[in-house]
């Protein structure tokens, strides 16, 4: 039973195309994160919900959107994809806004050529 | 802002030695640290949570330890497998509510030698 999942695991797209990557959560938390790993492996927070509110959105270009239609569900929807979008893209969930312990998705690799 | 730092990048040691993990961060007003476990092409398995009133935790062969003072943070691995190689990374969290958020060091590439 997967606590965090992703989809999809590879995500392989054209410059300037729009895509979507869901990430789902069964432990019951109320906060979820997406969080950008680059290519030397520096892992970054993007965004973070509460109970499908907003509450840390770092400084990350509004190309990239995410959606929280209940508090299992986040969704990142990024638009006008670049080459420096080439990243994985990791899904997390926690009980609190407190920074309880993280469980992380299994990440999708995202490819723009 | 708080900087998290994690040295060396890489390590290779051979199957069954003892070996420590260092990581340091510069703000000592925390409220926890984490260290977690990511294999190439995965995500991260988190292995030990350490609150801020806390000084060691242990998980089996793993044991994490926590100096607040001096801004730093130890994973000891007993008994080393080739199992154990992957990269290992910490995290602390900030003493602050609702905005909250991990930051994260680069992470430890561990090898173990059979």
């Known amino acids: 039973d997967t606590a965090v999942s992703q989809t999809p695991k590879y995500l392989v797209t054209q410059m300037g195309n729009d895509k979507s990557i869901k990430c789902e959560q069964n432990?019951?938390?109320?906060?979820m994160y997406w969080y950008k790993q680059d290519s030397k492996k520096f892992l970054k927070i993007m965004f973070s919900?509460?109970?499908?509110?907003?509450?840390i959105n770092e400084t990350v270009p509004n190309r990239f959107s995410p959606k929280s239609p209940d508090k299992a569900h986040l969704n990142l929807h990024i638009n006008s994809l670049e080459l420096g979008d080439s990243a994985v893209y990791f899904c997390?969930?926690?009980?609190?806004?407190?920074?309880?312990?993280?469980?992380f998705g299994p990440g999708t690799r995202l490819t723009v050529t | 802002k708080q900087e998290v730092t994690q040295i060396p990048a890489a390590l290779s040691v051979p199957e069954g030695e003892n070996l420590v993990l260092n990581c340091s961060f510069t703000?000592?007003?925390?409220?926890?640290l984490q260290w977690f476990r990511q294999d190439p092409g995965k995500g991260l398995t988190s292995l030990l949570l350490?609150?801020?009133?806390?000084r060691e935790q242990t998980s089996g062969r793993l044991n994490a330890s926590l100096d607040k003072s001096s801004g730093r943070s130890t994973l000891y691995i007993a008994a080393s497998q080739p199992g154990d190689s992957a990269t290992y990374l910490c995290?602390?969290?900030?003493?602050?509510?609702?905005?909250?958020?991990?930051?994260f060091g680069k992470g430890i590439t561990l090898s173990v030698r059979p």
């Open positions: 997390a969930s926690s009980r609190s806004t407190t920074p309880y312990e993280q469980y």
């Open positions: 432990l019951g938390h109320d906060t």
């Open positions: 919900y509460n109970n499908k509110e907003l509450i």
């Open positions: 703000d000592s007003a925390i409220y926890n």
């Open positions: 350490i609150q801020s009133s806390q």
């Open positions: 995290a602390v969290g900030p003493f602050t509510g609702a905005n909250s958020k991990l930051t």
